[in-house]
């Protein structure tokens, strides 16, 4: 049951017991960190991307749904901000839909062409966005709520480069629908802010990064503990794909790669910025190379937990916030009361 304190649009829409969405972690949201999620109270989604045709999402979900239980969790499509040949994304979400499953997080691209598909099968949208304009647009579209990921978070913050409280106020003046916000979101005094300024929930991504139930190697997990938030760095804007990642070898590569010349182009970065480079950190915990996708509350990364204690000392720092509001509440009642 949802704590009246936590009871926004994002828990009764989800039915988690926290208004807490946990950051897509591409190759590492799998059926077992997704389910931890789902156990602690929060909402996680598997990343369909993260396998190779549809039979292995459809083991994955299976995986998932017996570890889960009767506790929520979605699935994750991302597309690519430019159709692609042979992309199949319509059949992804059909899948989706005919394994029953009644979360959809997208992100990427407009999710406009494939909303008759996950609202034919009563499906909720929520659509990820790197600032507010593109949430008026996936709005007025008719996805169900939205999550705006500002500037410090890792992965990709888009070309605006917004800060999450920027997001937030701005959110507040122009959605009507539920938004949620992330972007170094790694504190439980940080969900009580957002839901102070409008928000119905946040999205936390790299915090989680450490959990136990994370499918890599502890010396990746360890190297994040370390680092802290000024580790982190932008690249790939030359490519209009501005990525927030873990300062390395690679990425001193790839700026200078880009300042050398700005027209680069994608495919003179791939030899460096491929996906199977960063899944070798993951493998090996070797974190020198490769573009591993951090924001900047690295700085709130203080030890590998189980996901459940890292959940449980948000909530904990959550209530701790609260009580810090409840004498400024009980002046504000005491002043009414004198002057009415």
């Excluded at 979900?61 to 994304?89: H, Q, T, W």
């Excluded at 940080?190 to 936390?204: D, T, Y």
């Amino acid at each position: 049951m949802t704590d009246p304190v936590f009871d926004t649009a994002v828990t009764r829409a989800f039915g988690c017991r926290l208004p807490i969405v946990a950051g897509g972690l591409m190759w590492l949201s799998d059926a077992s960190y997704v389910a931890a999620g789902a156990r602690a109270g929060i909402m996680s989604f598997i990343t369909a991307a993260s396998f190779p045709d549809p039979a292995a999402l459809r083991a994955e979900i299976a995986k998932c749904r017996g570890l889960s239980g009767d506790r929520p969790f979605g699935v994750n499509v991302s597309m690519l901000p430019k159709l692609v040949e042979g992309e199949n994304i319509a059949d992804i979400f059909r899948l989706i839909a005919d394994e029953g499953i009644r979360f959809v997080e997208t992100s990427g691209r407009n999710p406009e062409a494939f909303m008759p598909i996950l609202k034919q099968a009563g499906i909720t949208v929520l659509h990820k966005v790197p600032s507010v304009r593109y949430a008026v647009k996936a709005q007025a579209v008719g996805v169900d709520m939205v999550s705006i990921v500002g500037a410090e978070c890792g992965g990709h913050p888009g070309l605006d480069l917004i800060g999450s409280m920027v997001n937030q106020a701005l959110a507040e003046r122009d959605l009507d629908i539920p938004f949620l916000i992330g972007g170094g979101i790694g504190t439980g005094s940080q969900i009580i802010a957002a839901l102070a300024c409008g928000a119905s929930g946040v999205v936390i991504g790299t915090r989680f990064l450490v959990a136990e139930e994370v499918t890599a190697h502890d010396g990746y997990k360890q190297a994040l503990v370390v680092a802290s938030e000024r580790d982190t760095t932008l690249t790939m804007s030359s490519v209009r794909n501005t990525v927030r990642t873990l300062c390395n070898e690679t990425t001193e590569i790839v700026k200078q790669l880009e300042a050398d010349d700005p027209n680069i182009g994608i495919a003179a970065l791939m030899p460096h910025v491929s996906g199977a480079i960063g899944r070798k950190a993951y493998e090996t915990g070797d974190v020198s190379r490769g573009m591993l996708s951090a924001g900047q509350s690295l700085g709130l990364t203080d030890r590998i937990a189980p996901l459940a204690d890292i959940v449980a000392q948000l909530e904990q720092e959550a209530r701790t916030a609260l009580s810090r509001l409840r004498p400024h509440q009980t002046a504000t009642q005491h002043a009414e009361a004198i002057t009415s």
